[in-house]
């Protein structure tokens, strides 16, 4: 079966995770408290 990020990693950005991995890890509690509070705002 084809799989697709393995094609974008060795084909496209020839890296094998994305690089803003780890600033989104390091930053995930933020992130995440800020889309809530967009997504409520929102409704």
């Known amino acids: 079966m084809f799989n ?4 974008i990693s060795d084909s496209v950005t ?3 995770e994305s ?5 989104i890890e ?6 995440v408290r800020q889309a809530h509070h967009k ?3 929102e409704s």
Request: aromatic content about 14%; hydrophobic content about 40%; overall charge positive.
């Open 4 to 7: 697709l990020d393995k094609f």
């Open 14 to 16: 020839f890296r094998p």
């Open 19 to 23: 690089m803003f991995k780890a600033d």
């Open 26 to 31: 390091a930053n995930k509690e933020t992130l």
């Open 39 to 41: 997504s409520r705002k």
